[in-house]
């Protein structure tokens, strides 16, 4: 019998819940793929989070800002350079990985609130750089077109199946990557730079070498993710990579857990659920124009603050205090 | 990985349970046609309800559903209630994209009406696979010829004069009405603007100053709107004596941001000042702070009767039911085109018999449409080969009151294509509004 190690184990588990998102994408209506497909994407998202957050301790809120620079870069392969759209993700998580390299060599030195601030300037005016060059194409942006389905599936395979199973794919594959990564001698080194920066330095490891390289590859892992996004919007502009788009996806990974992966699916699922749940919340109770679109902002800060008072480690650690307690 | 087996386990658990949720909360399966069942019918809107262009549009789906619950209390559409599910995209694109999916996933109307918005309404075309899912997108709220390719967009009905039309319209009046005056032409840089480039090229009219494009949301910024005005000056610099002609080609904020920036620069009254049927609602204007006196005299285009016009058959009964039915609005030209568009939606479905289905309805307008009684001072232009509906305009000009009278105290209706078709003058005369404004047409 082969010996099942860790690493073969995670790819046998990644390769059947792959083979259950292919089933269950043929049970369920276009609203559960369409829906599914926008909770893998944020699932990468907040990946990118996690490993840069959670393990390499640097807090960033910019993941926006690298999401939509991924989704430009990929925006523009395919649509101005003609490329067939998987070159697009790719040249999408590749550049924001440039960009997060150079990011990162820039705010290296930098940490806590000071790296935060920083981030938060990018969220905040990156975007609007597409305003200033017409090939960026302003609030109208740049079309993402990955065509339809290959003829081949069939003339009833829907356009939101084929959306899920390029989002789905391109999620399973870079997650199942990261967590490789975060298993390996690298997560180690993440971990010991995360919790004692002296102490790792004082062992060998070259902290701002490996901070960098946290960055770069945070920031790839938000590119697709971003690159994604514009798939199911059919295009990228400004106004889809807001900075309350960073902060979703932040409670996002503070509420399910940000020190480890297992939540992140669950990550995006309440990141999809709700904008949902304001929407019945405000049809039940109606509310003014004002409410409704402030409502699912609102529900993210309460869920943060909520999250972090109670549970900052993720909702795992309320069980087991419980366990203790017995 | 989780090292610990009860986080591991409650993150499983958590997991498993939202995603049960989420999958038991599916919808029970569609009837054959979606949004049709013997009761109701479920038409959607995507237009701005929030935001800069909300102001002026805010009011179309309550002017809609307005009239349609008045059709409602009156038998409705062979016995089937009109429901209009309205969602606010804030004029994004983006937006446009997601509401409109969201109309068609989990709304599951039958059809779209009056869509809004050039950029916003081609991204969700796109977006929403209207055309693969055979939605049909009627009486648009915008005015792109670009919108009229059925290889592009197979389910669209038109029902605005193209802009390339209106610019048409506004050449020949300014060659008849200020002839060897200066002009300059300020368009919003997109297809909306540029469709009236390619018009005002159609019609051989030369400007005198290159165009002034500017990109959705520039003038939001302090300033810009006076940097406008000042290059105008400089034209009157330049041409000493005479009172250019300026053309607004764009949103009624632009429009009223540039008038009063003329306004607080003394110049208003050196220019006279074209603005486009999109910019030109006078009550908007007046709402966002210009001046009466800057507002008299300022040129416009349209294609229906002045929604102050009470001696108008059409704009009364629609006035009686604004007042009936959408209580607290005040009536202006918007919820006339908003109700106008209802009628003509009433009477598609209509024409498209009892057994209702999105095939039906698109053919019913085709072969019927033409016919269909609006508003409108101009025909409607649809057959088997063309999704256009108004196509022409007449000329008019704004008092202090801010009501619109025809430019030189007589109707003029002018008709034309969007390509180099000659501006003609037309001797349409529409139909008879039917009784009390319930079409019993089928």
Redesign the interface.
Known sequence: MLKLT?SKKRLLLFIIFGWILLVLSNQ?????L??GSFVATYALAITSIILLTGYSGQLSLGQSALMAVGAYAGALTIFNAGFHPVIGLLVAALVAGVFGLLLGLIVARLSGPYLAGTTLALAVSLPTLA?QFPILG????V?F?VG?APARFGEDF???KWYFWIASLAALIMVWFI?NLL?SRYGRTYKALRDNPVAAELSGINVGQVKVGAFAISSGVAGLSGALLAIL???V?P??FPLSLSFSLLTGAVV??VY????V??GG??L??IPEIADSLVSRIGGS?GF??SLPGFLVSALLILAVVFAPN???????RK?HKK | MIRNKSMRRASLVSSIVVTGAMLLSTLPAQAATPGVTATEIKLGISSPLTGSAGLSYGKVPGAMKAYFNYINANGGVYGRKITLISRDDKYLPVRAATETTNLILKDNVFALVGALGTATHAKAYKAAALAANNVPDLFINTGFSGFTDQVKYPTTFMVLPTYAMEAKVIAKAIKDNFPGQPSVLIAQDDEFGTDGVAGFTAAGHKFSVPNVLYPQGYFSTPGRDAAVITSLRGLLAAAPGSKPVIVLFGTTDVTAALLKAATAAGVEKSFTWYAGSVGADANTLLALGVKSTTIDGVVSASFMPDAKDLTDPYVKQFVDINTKYNKGITFDNYVLAAMNSAMLTVQALRAAGKDLTREGVMTAIETKGAKFASAGLVPLGYSATSRIGYNGYWVSQLNAKGEGKPFGGKLVIYTTDSGAGAVEVSTFVRPTMPKNGIPTNS
């Open positions: 860790p369920v209506g276009d609203l559960k369409y829906q305003n302003a609030e109208e942006g079309a077109d339809s829907s356009q939101y967590a298993t919007i059919s295009g502009s106004s889809a399910t857990g480890s992966l297992k939540g699916i669950l699922l309440v999809v659920a124009e409704t679109t993720g909702p795992g650690s309320l069980i087991k366990h």
